[in-house]
Structure formats: structure tokens, C-alpha cells
């Protein structure tokens, strides 16, 4: 069979004359032959595939710039590279599904036709940060309030001041209060004052105590900084925000929960289904940071609304302990250890049990009728 004519090509691909030309002029699919005089292109039939190969990638989305990628490469690698892309579009599906389901539950909240149909709740708390065996200073911060709960992880030489300055941000919602109808306003407006906060006292000296497995190196773009894991109590949900490799824990019905994902390189590369979550765990890049407060690092929060019910236990804390307790052992803890604060020396104490490489701050709430 000869070639064929752009006409007949585009037909046989169910591409366009005009995408060809583009895909040419790009580089992702060069005619066999190109008539000097006349300026025809001309395809060979063998070309067929990459042209619904191209086809097919950009019908999921994928940027032309990373089409050629995935051309140039062998089958197996090129389906390992459609798979992390499709990853990556899930997971920013999931975020923005996130973000639309926070929002149609602020809105619906907002609606004067609606009354509270659930009795009033509170919350009993404490808090606990502890340096840690290994490490000289603490850079951690951990706040408990009557209607703050907040856990930062300071990084890099100005660590301590990052952390305290984020959380002291936040503090003005438990004693200024949230305007009505304002909670996704105010939510926002404290996480920049918070991003603000934290670029003012963080600088770009190194500290021999700090955690070099943040910061530049985590691909931030800063060289110090902080996580942020809050959640403010509004009397029968709780507001979350998150950024970074702290977490945020629900122990409810005697299951045990992760509510936050971490916002790290590694756990990126288990969303992609380049590493398994047990690689993960023992990946020696495990704190490397996606998402932080910091200079020239991303920002962007996690915000989402969790509805509380009597009985519910909350637990946020650092990366000092979830990287060295197991998740079952945080579970028995928190199920075990009635009172918040025995439940927070209990939690610190396994962390160092378990050689308290790094500092841990723990805050465990219980919502109560």
C-alpha cells in the first residue's frame, strides 16, 4: 500500500487536516513525504497507530508537550507514563470534588430556610509536643482551644518561629470568631495570613538540628517552613485545613481514620502506582515536601468539612509520630486512653519508645454531647 494523502490519513485517523498539520509542526507526527513543489504531506500506513495513539492521548487531556514524551518512549514505559498522568488528573478531580463538596455545604449552611437540626456539641481537648531523643530543639507547635485545633512541623533554620507564626495566625478565629455565613472566607483569608506570617520570619540559613528532608530539597522552593494541620469547631462540625505531612486522625465507632493526605513526593509516586505504600514507608524521601508555608513554596490548602458526632476522637500530630507508630498502635491508643491528656503523653510516649528520632506534637479532641 503508498502513501497517503493528508485527506485520506486524516480520515483512516479520525484526526483533522488541521491537527496534522499542528502535530507536524510540533514534532509528534512527521510525514513520510512532503511534495517540494506542491507543500503536500504525505503519511504511510504504518503511521496509522501513532496518529490514534496521539489521538487517544489528547482526547484524556494529556498537554501535547508530554504526547511526545510518551511517544518517544517503548510500550512499557509509555503505559507507565499514561498511568502517573492519569494519576495525576484523579487526584486533581478528588481535590476539586473535595473543594465542591465544602462548598456546596458552606452554601447550604448559608440557606435561611434551613434550620440546625442537631443538638448542641463540644469538644474536650489537650495538646503535647515533645523535642524528641535525637534532636536538640523543638520546632514543632502544637495548639489545643475551645475551638482551634492545630498542629505545625517547622522546618529548615527558622523552623520554630515558622511553626508558632503559622499557628498564631490561626488563633485569631477562636477569639475574633467567624462571621456568619463566612466560615470558607475566613478559613481562607487565615491560611494566607498564616502563608504571610511564615515568609516573614523564615529565612534562608541552615540549621544543623533541622529537618533536611524539607524544605529546598523537598522541591518547596524554601528553604525553611512549616506544615499546617488545623481544624476549627464550629459546634457540630469541625473545618479542616491542611498542608503538608501532618495528619489528621478519626477514631469513630472504634475504626480509626486518616482524614488529610500528605502532601509529600513519595506519597505523589504511590498515587501514580510508582511505589507501593509499603516502599513508601521506608523510603529514605518519605518527608520530602510537595506542599508547605514558605517562601516560593506551594501553599495551596486542603479544606474540607467534617460533620462531628457525640463519641468522635480527633487526633492530629506531626510526622514524629506517625512515621515510627504504626497505625494500629496509634488505634489502641487512642481507643484505650480515655482522657485527652493521658491519651497525648501516651501517644508522645510511643513515639519515643520507638527511639524519638524527630520531635512530636500530638492534639487529641473528643466531641461530647
Not at 11 to 25: F, G, N, Q, T
Not at 45 to 74: D, K, N, S, T
Not at 276 to 304: C, I, K, N, W
Request: with cysteine.
Amino acid at each position: 500500500m503508498g502513501l497517503l494523502t493528508i485527506g485520506a490519513f486524516a480520515k483512516a485517523s479520525r484526526l483533522s487536516p488541521k491537527a496534522l498539520r499542528l502535530y507536524d509542526e510540533l514534532g509528534l507526527l512527521t510525514p513520510a513525504r512532503v511534495d517540494p513543489v506542491t507543500g503536500y504531506r504525505h503519511y504511510a500506513p504504518e503511521q496509522l497507530e501513532q496518529a490514534r495513539l496521539v489521538a487517544w492521548l489528547r482526547r484524556i487531556g494529556m498537554p501535547l508537550a508530554r504526547i511526545r514524551r510518551v511517544c518517544a518512549l517503548e510500550p512499557e514505559p509509555a503505559a507507565q507514563e499514561i498511568r502517573s498522568f492519569w494519576a495525576g488528573v484523579e487526584a486533581d478531580t478528588a481535590a476539586r470534588r473535595d473543594l465542591a463538596a465544602f462548598l456546596v455545604d458552606h452554601l447550604s449552611r448559608k440557606d435561611p430556610a434551613m434550620t440546625a437540626t442537631t443538638a448542641p456539641l463540644e469538644i474536650r481537648y489537650a495538646a503535647l509536643s515533645d523535642t524528641g531523643l535525637l534532636r536538640e530543639h523543638n520546632q514543632d507547635t502544637a495548639y489545643a482551644g475551645s475551638r482551634l485545633l492545630a498542629v505545625a512541623d517547622g522546618f529548615g533554620g527558622t523552623g520554630a518561629p515558622a511553626s508558632a507564626a503559622a499557628v498564631d495566625a490561626l488563633r485569631r478565629l477562636e477569639t475574633g470568631g467567624v462571621p456568619a455565613g463566612g466560615l470558607l472566607d475566613a478559613l481562607q483569608d487565615a491560611v494566607e495570613q498564616a502563608a504571610r506570617a511564615v515568609q516573614d520570619v523564615t529565612g534562608t540559613g541552615t540549621d544543623p538540628d533541622a529537618d533536611t528532608a524539607s524544605g529546598a530539597e523537598a522541591g518547596t522552593g524554601t528553604g525553611a517552613g512549616t506544615t499546617l494541620t488545623a481544624m476549627l469547631w464550629t459546634g457540630s462540625q469541625l473545618a479542616l485545613v491542611h498542608i503538608g505531612d501532618s495528619r489528621a486522625y478519626l477514631l469513630r465507632d472504634d475504626e480509626l481514620f486518616r482524614i488529610t493526605d500528605d502532601h509529600t513526593l513519595v506519597q505523589s509516586l504511590v498515587d501514580e502506582g510508582r511505589l507501593t505504600p509499603e516502599e513508601a514507608d521506608s523510603s529514605p524521601q518519605r518527608s520530602l515536601l510537595r506542599r508547605a508555608l514558605g517562601r516560593g513554596a506551594d501553599d495551596t490548602p486542603d479544606l474540607r468539612l467534617q460533620d462531628a458526632r457525640p463519641g468522635d476522637r480527633y487526633l492530629l500530630c506531626s510526622d514524629g509520630l506517625s512515621t515510627v507508630v504504626p497505625s494500629d498502635a496509634i488505634h489502641r491508643t487512642l481507643a484505650g486512653t480515655p482522657e485527652p491528656e493521658r491519651a497525648v503523653r501516651a501517644l508522645v510516649g510511643l513515639a519515643n519508645a520507638s527511639g524519638g528520632p524527630d520531635n512530636v506534637s500530638c492534639v487529641v479532641a473528643d466531641v461530647v454531647g
